[in-house]
């Protein structure tokens, strides 16, 4: 069973609305969540890692938020851009130090 | 800026050939790791090496093997290609200490 679960699977958004990506995740230990962007026919770039400690992080119109109690993750996208549309993915690290845990992605399109 | 880059962004091979897929980085990382990314799947680890000639399966190592010769350079070869091998495959690298990946522009690998 997947670890990271992403909803939606897909959206579609009109250019300058906001929109909300949800990872929800069962590794434990829990020691960090990162948001990846990945571009059609690039490979993924980090946009934020959440730690225990931290709420809410704001990386320019990207702002990731950690409920550490629910297992809950959300990534926030204000005045969206035609060039936000990518896959936007969650991954936790697995407790055996290499692994990674991914999401299966959220697949963004912006709108004109 | 890390660089990870990997020899082909797209590459048609046929059944039974012997496939290589290089990948090479350029911050010294200990950590190297190649993925596949299918659609409804995501990303799936294949094999990864914490160190020159040393290497660990992943969740799906079947059909394929990897060289790691050079700490800055990590192979992973498919010995007789096969049409369930069609995909896009992702290199990626780590540094000891950190969580983040760093992640190469892929190659998408059709096998007819």
């Known amino acids: 069973k997947n670890q990271v679960e992403q909803s939606p699977q897909s959206l579609i958004i009109l250019e300058g609305k906001n929109c909300t990506l949800q990872?929800?995740?069962?590794?434990?230990?829990?020691?960090?969540l990162r948001w990846y962007k990945q571009d059609t026919g690039r490979g993924p770039v980090s946009l934020t890692i959440?730690?225990?400690?931290?709420n809410t992080k704001s990386n320019g119109r990207y702002t990731a938020t950690l409920d550490a109690d629910t297992k809950q993750s959300s990534l926030h996208i204000t005045a969206s851009q035609l060039s936000d549309s990518a896959s936007y993915i969650c991954?936790?690290?697995?407790?055996?130090?290499?692994?990674?845990?991914f999401g299966k992605g959220t697949s963004l399109l912006v709108t004109p | 800026d890390v660089k990870v880059t990997q020899s082909s962004r797209y590459l048609v091979k046929r059944t039974g050939e012997k496939v290589f897929l290089e990948c090479v980085q350029d911050?010294?990382?200990?950590?190297m790791f190649w993925y596949r990314q299918d659609p409804g799947l995501g990303l799936r680890l294949i094999y990864f090496?914490?160190?020159?000639?040393?290497?660990e399966k992943g969740d799906i190592p079947e059909g394929y093997s990897v060289s790691r010769e050079k700490k800055e350079r990590f192979s992973l070869i498919l010995e007789s290609a096969s049409t369930n091998q069609t995909s896009m495959y992702l290199c990626?690298?780590?540094?000891?200490?950190?969580?983040?990946?760093?992640f190469g522009p892929g190659t998408r690998l059709t096998v007819t």
């Open positions: 959440m730690t225990f400690s931290e």
């Open positions: 990626a690298s780590r540094g000891s200490g950190s969580s983040e990946q760093y």
């Open positions: 911050m010294d990382h200990e950590n």
């Open positions: 090496s914490y160190d020159v000639k040393m290497k």
């Open positions: 990872c929800n995740y069962t590794v434990s230990p829990f020691s960090n």
């Open positions: 991954v936790v690290p697995s407790n055996s130090g290499y692994a990674l845990n």
